[in-house]
């Protein structure tokens, strides 16, 4: 493959920025540096002005995913060239088998949905249902596939929530394997219980998503999940922090010491939950996820549960739907499909509030958006970095140049945005993908067929620092 030369910008990574300029050959980084050996015929990417930084992984996505009765709107065409055009190089997607389905034949039907990705793809397997049989091929998902990170669910009741048993169980199958736990914390129980009370009352519209699940519930559920994963002894990944008190605990248990990695999503930082008291039903369902977005305080609580290293990765949860997608929920809140785009637009809106906000250094911005991440789930330092030798995943952001983020302009292929009308400063301008110029200001040349599988490997029998 052709050289290309991205000349005259400010590498940032994790430990620094330096004027520098990059080379990049047969997909990976050839070269970091001044007056770099460049081959002739080599393209050269302009990034005078700009900084040059790892792309981003968004460790959370749900592309394609059949769910509620509907499909997402992206699938993982769609969902990654998006990606590109927002500075998104990797994304790690759920595989989640029906009930009683083997997770390797699930696995199968994803890896044939994500061979149409433009960029790099790693998943994780949701623990959709327990027994003999999933413990069992765990081990061929661990040791013969790659798939290292199994998510559990103390929510969706009836659904996806196992028991605390189930979960115990779960969790020493993964230290046996050296894999993975994550989980969604919320407390399931409590919130079928919250769902039928306010249906009883007459309670039937987005209001009330909101008010079934308050973030006491996701408190309880995630100390319970950190208490587990501590007295079992294995890492744990906490996926979506929403609420305060589950950022806490997860500060708590990583001040004793326990390995465990919090997430959160721009949104959670940003949006709260006075959206749901819109009027205009679309406008209020289109911010029907779960978690729910939070009371005002609980923002601030986030940054500094960021700040502090509390929380430490950055997802989006990508699981887009159209207004007439949401519109299944119109008589019954809690058949509104649950989830909100932004693969598109994480890093740009993290650039803005944080790094423009004052509240996170671009070195920072970089661990958060994709050093965690890469260390979390055994990418490192393939990704996640600009070493010589790591792959050529590079995204190049222009801090002087404004966007207006829009359903209207953006790539995701949804007619709703949660950022709608929000103007950032600092735009990707350029990604690469491997040494491939997939967005080059403003052209997304991003083609399906191009990401590759990232099978990862097991963390062995002692857990390594993961971040
Ligand atoms: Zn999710």
């Given at each position: 493959m052709a050289a290309t030369w991205i000349a005259g910008g400010t590498v940032v990574t994790e430990e620094g920025r330096r004027r520098a300029d990059l080379l990049v050959r047969d997909g990976v980084v050839a070269a970091v540096g001044l007056s770099l050996d460049v081959p002739a015929g080599a393209a050269?990417?302009?990034?005078?002005?700009?900084?040059?930084?790892?792309?981003?992984?968004?460790?959370?996505?749900?592309?394609?995913?059949?769910?509620?009765?509907?499909?997402?709107?992206?699938?993982?065409?769609?969902?990654?060239?998006?990606?590109?055009?927002?500075?998104?190089?990797?994304?790690?997607?759920?595989?989640?088998?029906?009930?009683?389905?083997?997770?390797?034949?699930?696995?199968?039907?994803?890896?044939?949905?994500?061979?149409?990705?433009?960029?790099?793809?790693?998943?994780?397997?949701?623990?959709?249902?327990?027994?003999?049989?999933?413990?069992?091929?765990?081990?061929?998902?661990?040791?013969?596939?790659?798939?290292?990170?199994?998510?559990?669910?103390?929510?969706?009741?009836?659904?996806?929530?196992?028991?605390?048993?189930?979960?115990?169980?779960?969790?020493?199958?993964?230290?046996?394997?050296?894999?993975?736990?994550?989980?969604?914390?919320?407390?399931?129980?409590?919130?079928?219980?919250?769902?039928?009370?306010?249906?009883?009352?007459?309670?039937?519209?987005?209001?009330?998503?909101?008010?079934?699940?308050?973030?006491?519930?996701?408190?309880?559920?995630?100390?319970?999940?950190?208490?587990?994963?501590?007295?079992?002894?294995?890492?744990?990944?906490?996926?979506?922090?929403?609420?305060?008190?589950?950022?806490?605990?997860?500060?708590?248990?990583?001040?004793?010491?326990?390995?465990?990695?919090?997430?959160?999503?721009?949104?959670?930082?940003?949006?709260?939950?006075?959206?749901?008291?819109?009027?205009?039903?679309?406008?209020?369902?289109?911010?029907?996820?779960?978690?729910?977005?939070?009371?005002?305080?609980?923002?601030?609580?986030?940054?500094?549960?960021?700040?502090?290293?509390?929380?430490?990765?950055?997802?989006?949860?990508?699981?887009?739907f159209t207004r007439e997608q949401k519109r299944a929920g119109l008589e019954r809140f809690t058949l509104i499909p649950n989830g909100c785009g932004g693969v598109e637009d994480r890093l740009h809106v993290l650039w803005q509030l944080g790094v423009n906000g004052g509240r996170i250094t671009p070195e920072k911005f970089v661990s958060l958006t994709s050093g965690n991440a890469a260390r979390a789930f055994h990418l490192w330092p393939r990704k996640g970095s600009l070493a010589v030798g790591s792959d050529a995943d590079v995204l190049v952001l222009d801090p002087t140049r404004e966007k207006t983020l829009s359903a209207r302009t953006q790539h995701q292929r949804t007619d709703f945005s949660v950022w709608e009308g929000r103007t950032v400063k600092g735009v990707v301008v350029h990604t690469l993908s491997r040494g491939r110029h997939i967005w080059a200001d403003g052209d997304l040349r991003a083609e399906p067929g191009w990401g590759r599988f990232l099978p990862r490997r097991p963390f062995g029998p002692v857990y390594e620092r993961l971040v």
């Open positions: 050269r990417i302009d990034a005078g002005g700009c900084l040059v930084m790892p792309g981003g992984i968004d460790p959370h996505t749900h592309m394609q995913l059949p769910t509620m009765g509907t499909v997402v709107a992206d699938d993982f065409a769609s969902g990654t060239a998006a990606a590109a055009a927002g500075g998104t190089t990797t994304i790690l997607d759920f595989v989640g088998p029906e009930r009683g389905q083997s997770p390797v034949e699930a696995l199968d039907t994803w890896r044939g949905w994500a061979s149409r990705s433009t960029i790099d793809y790693g998943f994780h397997m949701t623990v959709s249902w327990w027994g003999p049989g999933f413990s069992a091929e765990m081990a061929r998902l661990v040791q013969a596939h790659g798939v290292t990170s199994f998510k559990f669910f103390l929510a969706y009741k009836g659904g996806l929530m196992l028991s605390d048993e189930e979960i115990v169980k779960g969790f020493l199958r993964c230290r046996e394997l050296g894999a993975l736990p994550q989980v969604h914390a919320e407390n399931g129980e409590l919130i079928a219980h919250l769902q039928a009370k306010l249906l009883a009352e007459g309670r039937t519209g987005p209001v009330a998503h909101a008010l079934s699940r308050p973030p006491e519930l996701e408190g309880e559920a995630t100390l319970r999940a950190v208490t587990m994963a501590e007295t079992v002894g294995v890492p744990l990944y906490v996926v979506h922090v929403s609420a305060a008190q589950a950022a806490r605990a997860i500060g708590e248990a990583r001040s004793r010491g326990v390995k465990i990695v919090g997430e959160t999503l721009p949104g959670f930082l940003a949006i709260d939950d006075s959206v749901y008291a819109s009027p205009d039903f679309d406008q209020a369902a289109g911010h029907v996820m779960s978690p729910p977005y939070r009371p005002k305080g609980h923002l601030e609580a986030l940054w500094r549960a960021l700040e502090s290293g509390a929380l430490s990765t950055t997802g989006t949860d990508h699981c887009c």
